[in-house]
């Protein structure tokens, strides 16, 4: 455990030419290639998810918190790292003060995810049906009193920012999926939703976008939602640009989840254009920025065999899948599964790299890096992207300002960068480091949980959570 304990101190970047020419002077420098793996990797914020759910009901019972050792057999057992925690408020439909000891039961779940080493897909819903079909009244609460609630559970999401992977939209009507309702449309036809009706659910997305912090997103149920709450065409025209991306405005803040995925021709209604490729194509394109994910639902052969499930999954850029439902889907595609489990969401895999092999103290260090996206979709979040010189007695960092959310499904990025070397003398081992923007989760008892493992064969450094780039540089004077 030297590594962990032994200083770590920040180097610079370098730029300009009189600097590149130190980098030449200071000698050739090394390529190597790296054979990938085909393991499946424990990485956060994709893959598949286990659903949890927990209750409140009126006299306050019903709530079962998250278990640490069940959290931690999912990531050790299953490589799983996500969880969809779905918080129902029963109690709180007719209530809008929300009980402080409610609110101390989730900020306990948060805390457990974060000792597991897991992330939460989270929403919160009013209701269930007790039975099918749903019968009115179905349980949710009027705007006002969502709202209130929203506001009262900001706090918690801010201060567990770092260990929520995404909130989906929630709130409106049965399971939070925003068909069933009593405020939020006609109770009696739940299709039939007014100008009114709208502007309350876009104010409930806009409360949510406002109490989280600007770097996490929100999902939808359906495409729909998000056009016209934003006043967006569908088709691509509708759809996030990269020029748009990450700015923080609602459009690039608001992403997708499909919970009938694949279960008929419009996927129980998530589709509703005319035709509905063209809903579709507002989702692939939207999704090269903004995460995709969700559930399966009912057997449908053969839209829900592998080779269609497949090549929606990549058009539309999922990033994670329920392993809990629909076991029938699941289980019809076989041995398939392990390619779902490998290309969900982000799969990055060191392809090349070139460095500078000796240089003098402070001098210039060249790295180039081809990594290759071998996943379904980009990172949907931030990354604190350093290169690491690792000695015996001291590991120096650099921040690099790569951003990983830019790599993209199918293609290959080259990481350039000219860095200053450590001024001690001595060899030190070069490694990636692809870290968890939260500076909790840099902590040297979190990163190897949250920082990313690159699909290759001999490169995973367990202990720091690092990528072990293979190549050292001597320092000498």
Known sequence: ????????????????????????????????????????????????????????????????????????????????????????????????????????????????????????????????????????????????????????LAPILRENADVIAVVQSGFVGLWGEGYYTDHFADPADPSKVSDQNWADRRAVVMALLKALPRDLMVQVRTPYMKQRMLGLPTGTAGALTADQAYDGSPAARIGHHNDCFLASPDDFGTYLSDPIELDKDFVAQDTNYVPEGGETCALNSPRSDWDSAAAEMARLHFSYLNTDYHPDVLGSWGSNITTAKQKLGYRLTLVRGTFTAKARPGSAVQVALDLRNDGWAAPYHRRQVQLIFQGDKHTYRVN??????????????????????????????????????????????????????????????????????????????
């Open 1 to 152: 455990m030297k590594l962990l304990v032994a200083a770590t101190l920040v180097l610079g970047l370098l730029g300009g030419p009189a600097q590149l020419a130190d980098a030449h002077r200071d000698g050739p420098t090394v390529t190597r290639d790296y054979p990938a793996s085909d393991a499946v990797i424990a990485n956060q914020e994709r893959g598949f998810y286990h659903h949890t759910e927990t209750h409140y009901r009126a006299d306050s019972t019903g709530y079962v918190p998250l278990d640490l050792t069940t959290l931690r057999n999912f990531r050790t057992q299953e490589n799983i790292t996500q969880i969809l925690r779905v918080f129902y408020l029963e109690k709180f439909a007719s209530i809008d003060k929300l009980d402080p000891a409610y609110l101390d039961l989730v900020r306990a779940d948060f805390r457990t995810a974060r000792a597991a080493g897991v992330k939460v897909l989270v929403r919160f819903a009013y209701a269930q049906p007790p039975g099918w079909p749903p019968t009115i009244p179905y349980g949710d609460a009027p705007v006002q009193r969502v709202l209130k609630h929203i506001d009262q």
């Open 400 to 477: 690099l300002p790569a951003d990983p959310r830019l790599w993209a499904a199918g293609t290959t990025t080259t990481l350039n960068a000219t860095v200053r070397a450590p001024l001690a003398p001595g060899r030190y081992r070069l490694l990636l480091n692809l870290a968890d923007p939260s500076p909790r989760l840099q902590s040297p008892t979190y990163n190897p949980l949250y920082a990313v493992q690159l699909a290759n064969t001999g490169t995973w450094q367990p202990a720091t959570g690092y990528n072990d780039l293979g190549q050292t540089v001597t320092v000498s004077k």
